[in-house]
């Protein structure tokens, strides 16, 4: 599996375009440390929030469902509208994609995320909140010293969920997995 790539203007780039699709204010919580009750939500998407986290958006920037909408998607962090240009602001965007979950696995989609000026972790895996996330983790010399991008199958197959986590200094994996247990995806109206 090839990891290697992109630079940190393109992560930055990306992680601002992101920001941008994001356009309405989520919810709420109390100071970094795992998720607790509190949560944010975009569409079918909730995750619950670490404390002093919020959260904003409704949607993905660049990645549009059937209904010609963007596909649901938020950013959490202590601080949501400095977190894709402010690399010591922590925290994540989580997004939800059926066109992407009918193009590729969990792991090709990370695989198509490559980090080329950061050192790469051994992939794992986690099954946390009821899905199966395979998790590539970074330790970067420029920008965001550690970053952590993670992808699952929402349950019932109804997307690709994605996770870019810039974590708390001084967390690590407790952290992500925490925040990883608390997404949760609602199953379509049918």
Do not use: K
């Not at 440390?33 to 409704?58: C, H, M």
């Not at 997307?159 to 967390?171: H, I, K, M, N």
Request: aromatic share 6%; net charge positive; with cysteine.
């Amino acid at each position: 599996m090839s990891r290697t790539g992109r630079g940190p203007a393109r992560r930055l780039g990306l992680a601002a375009a992101g920001l941008l699709a994001l356009v309405a204010p989520g919810a709420a919580a109390g100071d970094a440390g795992p998720p607790r009750p509190g949560s944010g939500s975009s569409g079918p998407v909730t995750i619950a929030l670490p404390p002093g986290w919020r959260a904003a958006g409704t949607g993905w920037a660049g990645q549009y469902g059937d209904d010609g909408d963007l596909e649901p998607a938020l950013v959490v962090s202590p601080n949501p509208d400095r977190w894709a240009a402010d690399p010591g602001v922590p925290g994540a965007f989580v997004g939800l994609s059926a066109s992407t979950a009918r193009r590729t696995t969990p792991e090709g989609f990370l695989d198509e995320r490559p980090h080329a000026d950061c050192v790469a972790a051994p992939l794992r895996r986690t099954r946390q909140g009821g899905v199966d996330w395979v998790v590539a983790g970074y330790a970067c010399p420029a920008g965001r010293p550690v970053l952590v991008e993670a992808a699952g199958l929402a349950a019932g197959r109804s997307g690709l969920l994605y996770v870019q986590v810039a974590p708390p200094p001084g967390t690590g994996a407790d952290f992500v997995d925490a925040l990883l247990a608390g997404v949760r995806v609602r199953p379509p109206a049918g």
